[in-house]
Nanobody, 121 residues
Framework: VQLQASGGGLVQAGGSLRLSCTAS????????LGWFRQAPGTEREFVAT???????YTADSVKGRFTISRDDAKNTVYLQMNSLKPEDTAVYYC????????????????WGQGTLVTVSS
């Protein structure tokens, strides 16, 4: 499975971005998908996850601002990010796992290459 993330960029605080992650090599309609992020000098942290039934779970730090969704026909998962803050600056990674939802990095089997989001104040 190969994951290709896109949609990152430079945005001012309060702005919005939508990240996309498309999978190739396997259809992921029966898998759980996740978004994580990693700022310089920090560990990779959970952002949001969506399982194969569409159930979602979002980190408290982004709840109410970020929304995860999926389009299985396009083998794509999205992360809509609104009301962005400078502390959201990080490389954002998409990931895939079998089984149910999880916020743990080590539970995910495949990872995309990451896309950089920079939020200026």
């Amino acid at each position: 499975v190969q994951l290709q993330a896109s949609g990152g960029g430079l945005v001012q605080a309060g702005g919005s971005l939508r990240l996309s992650c498309t999978a190739s090599g396997r259809t992921f309609s029966s898998y759980t998908l996740g978004w994580f992020r990693q700022a310089p000098g920090t560990e990779r942290e959970f952002v949001a996850t969506i399982n194969w039934t569409g159930g979602t779970y979002t980190a408290d730090s982004v709840k109410g601002r970020f929304t995860i969704s999926r389009d299985d026909a396009k083998n794509t998962v999205y992360l809509q990010m609104n009301s962005l803050k400078p502390e959201d600056t990080a490389v954002y990674y998409c990931a895939v796992k079998s089984g149910g939802s999880s916020s743990y990095v080590l539970n995910y089997d495949y990872w995309g290459q990451g896309t950089l989001v920079t939020v200026s104040s």
